[in-house]
C-alpha cells in the first residue's frame, strides 16, 4: 500500500511540475467554493451565519479559495455589507491570536449582491460576479437561505437556474420550518425537487450541530456501561426540555404563525429523541444513521391530544423588573391563541422502548436545556430507609446539559461520610468548561463546513421529514380546530412544576 502510495505522490508532484514548466495555470484546476447567504440583511445572517464562516475561517477549515456573498434586497455596497458584518464577528477561539488580522482578511472576502428573490435576472447578476470571483476554477456553490419559508421556492428556482455552478457541485441549505404540517411540507419538499435533487439539499436542523448531541452517540455507543442500560428494562423515562430564558423578542410576527409545538419539539427535541432512541447504525455513514433515525419515527406513535399540556406566558415581576407578556410583543396580535409552552408525551411502540414515556417539554421565557434520563428503581429496598422519607432520590439519572454550561453527570447513590449509615444522591460529572479549555464551537459551524465538505448525516432527509409531521399533524390540527387553550402559565418555574403531566417525574434537582 506504501509503495502505491508513495508512487501516486511521486507521480502528481512529476505532473504538477511537468505542468508549472508547460505553463498551466495550476489555480485554474483547483476548485473554489462560493457560499451565497441569500436574506444577508437579515436576523441569522448576522447573528449566526457570518459569525460562523467566520470561526471556520480563522479555524483553517474553510477551503483555500472561497468567496461569501450576502445577497437580498435591501441597498447595500461591499463595504456596507463588510461593516454589518464586523460588528457581530467575535473572535471565540481560545487563544485570540491575530483575531483582527483574520477578522479583516475574512471581510476582503466577503461581497454584496442586493436583488429580488424571484428574479431570473438578479440572479444571473449574481451569477456573473461570482464568475468573476471564481476565477476559472472548478467552481463549488453553496446558497444558504436564510429568508422567510414562502419565499424559499422562489429563490431556489431562480438560485438554480440562474445562478448554478456548471462545472462543480450546487447545494442549498434550507432554514426550517419546512412547512406547517405534513400537507404543507410534503408540498414544499415537492417544489424543491423540481429544482434540486434530494442530495443537493441540505434541510438544516441546528440542534444536530450542537456539540453534546453529537455527543449522545459516542457516549451510548462508545461506552459500554451505557449500552446495556438503553432501554425499558432499565430507564423509566427520558426528559427533553427545552426552555429559554427570552420570550419571542421582535420574531413574534413568525413565532405566532407556527407556535411551539412546531418551533422546537417536531424538529429540535424530535431529533435528539431519534438520536437518543435509534438501534446501533451499520456505520457512521450518513444513509446508515438517517435510517436508523426514522425507523425510530416510524415506530411512533401519533401524539393525542390527552398527551398534551399547552400554555402561554405572563407578564410577570422578578427581582423588581417587569417582563413582559407574550402579547405584549408588538409583532403579536393581542388576542393570541399561540403556545409559548408545551409539554407531551410519547411512546415508540418498539421491543426497545414499549411503554417507556419521552417526555418533551419547551418554552419560551423560562430557564435551560437537556436531556435527563431517568433509570428504574433498584429492585428491593436494602438502602431504601437510609434516604429518608424520600425514596424517589434513590432514582439514577444521567443528566446532560446541552446548553448553556454544558455539562453530562449521573446521579449516583453514596454513603455520607461518618459513622452512621446515611445516603447521598450525588453527581459523577463532566463540566465542560472544567474539561476543556477550548470554546465550543456553535452549531452553526459545524454545519456550514458539513455541508461544504458534503457531508449530510447531521441534515434532515425527507423521509426523515415526513416522519416527523406525520406524528405531530394530527394534534396540531385539532388543537387549532378546538382552538383548544388548556392554560395559561405564569413565568414562574414554581408553576410549572404544577403542571400535573410532570408531577411524579419532578426530579431531585426540582425541575
Ligand atoms: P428575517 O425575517 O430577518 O428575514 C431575512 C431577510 O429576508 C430579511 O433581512 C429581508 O431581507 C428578507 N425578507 C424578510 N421578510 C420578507 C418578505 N416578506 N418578503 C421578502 N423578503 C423578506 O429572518 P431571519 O434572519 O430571522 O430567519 C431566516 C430564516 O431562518 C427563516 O426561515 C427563519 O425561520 C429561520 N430561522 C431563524 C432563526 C433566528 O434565530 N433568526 C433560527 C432558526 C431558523 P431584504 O428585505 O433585504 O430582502
Ligand atoms: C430556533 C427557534 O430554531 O431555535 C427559536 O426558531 C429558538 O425560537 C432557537 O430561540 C433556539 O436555539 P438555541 O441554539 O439558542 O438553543
Redesign the pocket.
Known sequence: FKKVKDGLLSSITSAKELKETAGFDMNKNESTVSITV???????????IFPALFALYYEDCLPKHFTVFGY???K?TDAELRNMVSKTLTCRIDKRENCSEKMDQFLKRCFYH?G??DSQENFTELDKKLKEHEGGRLSNRLFY????????IDAVKCASTSASSANGWTRVIV???FGRDSESSAALTKSLKQYLDEEQIFR?D?YLGKELVENLSVLRFSNLIFEPLWSRQYIRNVQLIFSEDFGTEG?G??FDHYGIIRDIMQNHLLQILALFAMETPVSLDAEDIRNEKVKVLRSMRPIRLEDVVIGQYKSHIKGGITYPAYTDDKTVPKDSLTPTFAAAALFIDNARWDGVPFLMKAGKALHNKRIRVQFRHVPGNLYNRNFGTDLDRGTNELVIRVQPDEAIYLKINNKVPGLGMRLDHSNLNLHYAARYSKEIPDAYERLLLDAIEGERRLFIRSDELDAAWSLFTPVLKELEEKRLFLSTIHMVVGDLLGLTIFQQDTTSDGE
Do not use: T
Not at 38 to 48: E, F, M, Q
Not at 145 to 152: E, G
Open positions: 441569500v436574506g444577508a440583511s437579515g436576523d441569522l445572517a448576522k447573528k449566526k437580498a434586497r435591501s447595500m442586493s429580488q428573490y437561505l436564510s429568508i422567510p419559508p414562502n419565499i424559499f432554514e426550517k420550518p438544516i441546528h420574531r410576527g413568525y
